[in-house]
């Protein structure tokens, strides 16, 4: 399938999404997002494919949601349209692990689309941000909540309302991200990352990933019952037979999903 704003390859069981709109420094449009949406769907149900990378250009992952596209719009037309929500919940609805590889620029809806996935690797030229205010305007994808919840609130707050970008050391040191390595590492650390997940059992890759999402929504109670039964429920794959064998026979496990 050929993309207009996004490029994918598909290798070694990972499937990398690169946006690809360098004139608007990947900006998020219609376009480019239902593109999105389109090859992680594409990716989930691919059997090949066992973990998603999405990263943009060196200078940004995303400088935003396309502010000429939104310009003219009115308060009918975002709310008429419910400007991203489907795309924002088609992407939240994908179950194989997503990494965000970010180099450069993350603003605005660039940095809620990283937050939407499972976890951020980046390059210490990262820039991460919510200057939406400075366009009269404030975060619509996830930057007040998703945010909030990655660094708490006194530093959420202090980027949306100020509209100051956050550098790779202090995201790191907040939690936004996972690692930070040098620019030109990004790409290698993400895909060995992705590798690392490949080789797991896909079904307990999935599991983790829907009981890790739950706390989000859950109490702790709830939450734990909810890890409590999965975790019992891994016992009735062959999965789980192989990886305690090879353990004990000293070998690396040979998972096969099942
Ligand atoms: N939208 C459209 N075009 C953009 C965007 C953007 N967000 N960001 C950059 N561009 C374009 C520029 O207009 C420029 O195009 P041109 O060459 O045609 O003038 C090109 O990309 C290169 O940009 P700059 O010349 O500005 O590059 P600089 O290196 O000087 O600056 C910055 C880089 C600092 C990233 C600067 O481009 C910038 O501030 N960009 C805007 C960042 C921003 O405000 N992002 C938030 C956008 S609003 C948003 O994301 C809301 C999301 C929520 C949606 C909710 C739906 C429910």
Same mark, same amino acid.
């Given at each position: 399938?050929?993309?207009?704003?996004?490029?994918?390859?598909?290798?070694?069981?990972?499937?990398?999404?690169?946006?690809?709109?360098?004139?608007?420094?990947?900006?998020?449009?219609?376009?480019?997002?239902?593109?999105? !949406?389109?090859?992680? /769907?594409?990716?989930?149900? @691919?059997?090949?494919? $066992?973990?998603?990378?999405?990263?943009?250009? #060196?200078? =940004?992952?995303?400088?935003?949601?396309?502010?000429?596209?939104?310009?003219?719009?009115?308060?009918?037309?975002?709310?008429?349209?419910?400007?991203?929500?489907?795309?924002?919940?088609?992407?939240?609805?994908?179950?194989?692990?997503?990494?965000?590889?970010?180099?450069?620029?993350?603003?605005?809806?660039?940095?809620?689309?990283?937050?939407?996935?499972?976890?951020?690797?980046?390059?210490?030229?990262?820039?991460?941000?919510?200057?939406?205010?400075?366009?009269?305007?404030?975060?619509?994808?996830?930057?007040?909540?998703?945010?909030?919840?990655? !660094?708490?609130?006194? /530093?959420?707050?202090?980027? @949306?309302?100020?509209? $100051?970008?956050?550098?790779?050391?202090?995201? #790191?040191? =907040?939690?936004?991200?996972?690692?930070?390595?040098?620019?030109?590492?990004?790409?290698?650390?993400?895909?060995?990352?992705?590798?690392?997940?490949?080789?797991?059992?896909?079904?307990?890759?999935?599991?983790?990933?829907?009981?890790?999402?739950?706390?989000?929504?859950?109490?702790?109670?709830?939450?734990?019952?909810?890890?409590?039964?999965?975790?019992?429920?891994?016992?009735?794959?062959?999965?789980?037979?192989?990886?305690?064998?090879?353990?004990?026979?000293?070998?690396?496990?040979?998972?096969?999903?099942?």
């Amino acid at each position: 399938m050929a993309f207009e704003t996004i490029i994918v390859d598909v290798e070694d069981h990972i499937a990398l999404i690169r946006l690809n709109r360098p004139d608007a420094l990947n900006a998020l449009n219609a376009e480019l997002l239902s593109e999105l !949406v389109e090859a992680l /769907k594409d990716a989930q149900t @691919n059997e090949k494919v $066992r973990c998603i990378v999405v990263t943009g250009s #060196e200078k =940004a992952f995303a400088a935003g949601a396309d502010i000429k596209m939104m310009s003219e719009k009115s308060f009918v037309d975002v709310f008429t349209e419910d400007l991203f929500t489907p795309e924002s919940h088609e992407i939240g609805r994908i179950r194989k692990p997503i990494i965000a590889a970010v180099s450069g620029y993350a603003l605005g809806g660039g940095c809620e689309l990283a937050m939407m996935c499972d976890f951020i690797i980046c390059s210490d030229t990262a820039k991460f941000g919510q200057p939406e205010i400075n366009l009269g305007v404030m975060a619509g994808l996830g930057g007040t909540q998703r945010l909030t919840r990655a !660094v708490g609130k006194a /530093k959420s707050m202090d980027m @949306n309302l100020t509209g $100051r970008f956050m550098d790779a050391e202090e995201a #790191e040191r =907040a939690g936004l991200v996972s690692r930070v390595v040098p620019g030109k590492e990004l790409m290698k650390e993400a895909m060995s990352a992705a590798s690392k997940i490949a080789e797991k059992s896909m079904i307990t890759v999935m599991a983790i990933k829907e009981a890790t999402n739950r706390s989000f929504e859950m109490t702790l109670n709830e939450g734990l019952l909810f890890e409590r039964r999965v975790f019992h429920s891994l016992f009735a794959t062959e999965d789980q037979k192989e990886g305690m064998a090879a353990f004990s026979e000293k070998r690396q496990p040979q998972f096969r999903d099942k």
